[in-house]
């Protein structure tokens, strides 16, 4: 599950992205409210975890704008704000959930799940195309009825392709997930890493489109 992160407290955001990628979802973070529409604008979120006190935006109005751009968007509302009226409005306004400052890491996987299951993500962990299966808790790759090895960063390569199926990601897109993970990269990273996974993939699987990135296409 793709979830947007939209929290101005670094150390909570870190700790969070951390622990929820661990768990094995996909976290883009973002810090202000704005951001967080220019970024679920271009490729809309399964869910977003949005605290109220931004810096720019009250959270509420920033709910109510991610509510407009994508009204089956779930929302799960962090925010110190412990008074019944907040917790109304923002169940009013579309959120599905809220949890108050301070929370437990538990606590919030758990209200996550829920959401999973309602969405229909939660049933399966597994990515499948072609002949290649992606299983994101085992973080592991088959080809046919084979597992593959590949090296962690080169797993998380074919995840973010094959998680984007039919769209172009660039080598700066690919970097920036690598860095996502906590992972160094230098400037030869991606292709390196690319050139290897083609070995262990079908033929053709991950396409170049010259100038522009990587794509694993629908066909």
Request: proline share 2%; net charge negative.
């Amino acid at each position: 599950m793709r979830i947007l992160l939209v929290e101005d407290d670094m150390q909570l955001a870190n700790g969070l992205k951390e622990s929820l990628r661990h768990e094995g979802y996909s976290i883009d973070h973002v810090v202000s409210g704005r951001e967080s529409l220019v970024a679920n604008s271009a490729n809309p979120y399964d869910c977003a975890v949005l605290d109220l006190g931004l810096p720019d935006m009250d959270g509420l109005a920033v709910l109510k704008e991610l509510k407009l751009q994508t009204n089956t968007l779930p929302v799960l509302i962090l925010t110190a704000r412990d008074g019944v009226e907040h917790k109304v409005v923002g169940l009013d306004l579309g959120a599905d959930d809220y949890l108050a400052k301070p929370f437990s890491m538990l606590e919030l996987l758990a209200r996550l799940r829920v959401i999973e299951r309602r969405i229909g993500t939660h049933s399966s962990s597994v990515i499948e195309h072609k002949s290649v299966s992606l299983d994101v808790q085992s973080l592991s790759i088959s080809v046919g009825s084979e597992q593959v090895n590949f090296s962690r960063r080169e797993y998380m390569i074919v995840k973010s392709l094959m998680e984007n199926i039919g769209r172009i990601l660039s080598k700066q897109q690919l970097e920036n997930k690598l860095y996502e993970w906590g992972e160094e990269v230098a400037s030869n990273t991606i292709e390196v890493h690319v050139s290897n996974i083609r070995k262990k993939l079908p033929a053709q699987f991950i396409k170049t489109v010259r100038g522009v990135g990587y794509v694993v296409s629908k066909i």
